[in-house]
């Protein structure tokens, strides 16, 4: 037995609104805000946490397993449950968003990185030490900028699914342009508040993945003469 669902359009609730869209620019911009602010905020403190693990993985091999491992088992983690566990320790507010949102990213980040990493030519490596680099010396000067593309990579991608994981954050008040997609389910499912929402989330995860593309061709303007 098969079953069809059918649809009726109706005209008074139509999946987007210029009308909605004037009529709340406020709350709009301020729900935009908050959402990319989180998402800067959660990127970047990610970052400077997955970086030294990648780094730590890189140098102590041993390592590489279990730092993988650990921030695999985070990100199989369910949002809501993370939210839940949390939320009663850091309370109701930022602070919980960005730890859940930050336990998230780290993989992506850490596992592009590490890629990044070791496939740094051996010989490049060698050449380095007999120029008299030491491991500092080299990694920042050698290492970090011939993997930057991989850990640009591993940016890009923690950006964008950071942008669709911070409208989660609704089930705790916080969640940017989560707080118009929930509120227009309970609106009657007011079909503009919510396709305004998913839009804007859509459009904030393309805005700044690309302006991490572009920073990429900045910094590796070697990859733009190998291209050309």
Not at 174 to 196: P, S, W
Not at 205 to 210: E, I, K, P, Y
Request: with cysteine; glycine share 10%.
């Amino acid at each position: 037995m098969s079953f069809r669902l059918s649809y009726r359009a109706d005209p008074g609730n139509p999946w987007f609104s210029w009308q909605y869209v004037r009529d709340n620019s406020d709350t709009i911009l301020a729900a935009v805000r908050e959402h990319t602010t989180l998402t800067l905020r959660a990127v970047l403190i990610a970052a400077l946490v997955a970086l030294p693990l990648a780094v730590l993985a890189y140098w102590f091999r041993p390592l590489a397993g279990p730092v993988l491992a650990v921030t695999g088992v985070l990100y199989t983690i369910p949002s809501l449950a993370l939210f839940a566990f949390l939320a009663p320790y850091l309370g109701i507010g930022a602070v919980t968003v960005l730890s859940v949102v930050v336990l998230y990213a780290l993989l992506v980040i850490v596992r592009n990185a590490v890629a990044g990493l070791n496939q740094v030519p051996p010989e490049v490596r060698e050449a380095a030490e007999g120029m008299g680099y030491g491991r500092w010396g080299r990694l920042f000067r050698v290492e970090l900028p011939l993997a930057l593309p991989g850990i640009l990579t591993g940016l890009r991608l923690a950006t964008v699914s950071t942008v669709a994981l911070v409208t989660v954050g609704v089930v705790i008040g916080r969640g940017g342009l989560g707080q118009l997609i929930f509120a227009g389910l309970q609106n009657n499912f007011y079909k503009a508040q919510i396709m305004t929402g998913t839009l804007l989330c859509v459009l904030l995860a393309l805005v700044l993945d690309l302006l991490l593309a572009g920073v990429g061709r900045l910094l590796t303007p070697w990859l733009r003469r190998r291209t050309a």
